[in-house]
């Protein structure tokens, strides 16, 4: 006889349901982008430049790769060193930690509209940059930073002290025992942030429409104004002649989620079977 109380069961249930919406929710998104959007991919959609004709989205996907590539590259260090700090170098339960925790979930919360207007104050208007690639990734990596640290510190606490005591038994210091134990055995947990990260980068528009600007164009510096594709797909679903295309726009940015996903999971299992 079962010992499940009925609130357990009802709770047990109610988790069933929502992973069951969650889940057919998901495929039916998916069925109607790839159903909309795959019978109108064509070989102009690809060609190098865009023009009103073709509507190319080629510019817009070296422009995604670009900004997502950028954008980590500002983002992640900052975010990995700030965890390290916090967990490794702070005591734990100091006001510090809660200050900058505070500040990072303040952060979280914030929409990207807000992000967006505060790029354009600050890194297009204030400093000059324009309407530019670097603008939108400087914005773009102050949106991901909250997301970098927090998984980042997780994971870095669950990392078992024996790791650390072992290190220092054996003589090593601080900083040789957070780079060559610490923090190799928190790479999957790091990934699994960066993988967050980089969906949050490849869906964001509001934030790049008052940064990084909506020419469809391959940017051939920093401060070059680029469209994304998720930028891309906003423009051609406000023109009433471009709705399929956008549709294949969408196709293919699932494409680059799922690849760019891939290739993160593969890096974090070659990171465990290294460590």
Do not use: C
Request: hydrophobic share 55%.
């Amino acid at each position: 006889m079962s010992n499940k109380k009925p609130v357990d069961i009802i709770l047990l249930g109610l988790t069933y349901v929502f992973a069951a919406i969650t889940l057919i929710s998901l495929l039916f998104i998916i069925f109607h982008v790839l159903v909309n959007g795959i019978p109108y991919l064509s070989l102009s959609l690809f060609e190098r430049n865009f023009t009103s004709q073709n509507v190319s989205m080629f510019p817009s996907i070296v422009s995604t790769v670009i900004m997502v590539l950028l954008t980590l590259t500002i983002a992640v260090p900052l975010g990995i060193f700030t965890s390290i700090f916090l967990v490794e170098y702070v005591k734990r339960g100091s006001k510090l930690v809660i200050l900058i925790r505070s500040a990072a979930e303040m952060l979280a919360g914030i929409p990207s509209v807000v992000y967006g207007l505060f790029g354009m104050l600050l890194f297009v208007e204030f400093l000059g940059f324009g309407w530019s690639l670097i603008a939108g990734s400087l914005t773009l990596s102050i949106m991901i930073l909250p997301v970098v640290i927090r998984t980042t510190e997780e994971s870095l606490k669950s990392v078992s002290d024996g790791y650390r005591e072992s290190g220092y038994a054996l003589g090593a210091g601080k900083l040789r025992v957070v780079f060559k134990l610490v923090l190799p055995s928190a790479v999957p947990g790091i990934f699994a942030g960066v993988i967050l990260a980089v969906g949050r980068i490849i869906g964001e528009s509001a934030a790049l429409i008052f940064t990084a600007g909506t020419v469809p164009q391959i940017p051939d510096s920093l401060s070059s104004s680029v469209r994304t594709l998720s930028v891309h797909m906003w423009a051609l679903s406000g023109e009433a002649f471009h709705t399929g295309e956008a549709y294949a726009t969408a196709v293919v940015l699932l494409l680059i989620v799922l690849i760019m996903n891939t290739i993160s999971a593969v890096i974090a299992r070659l990171f465990m079977a290294n460590s």
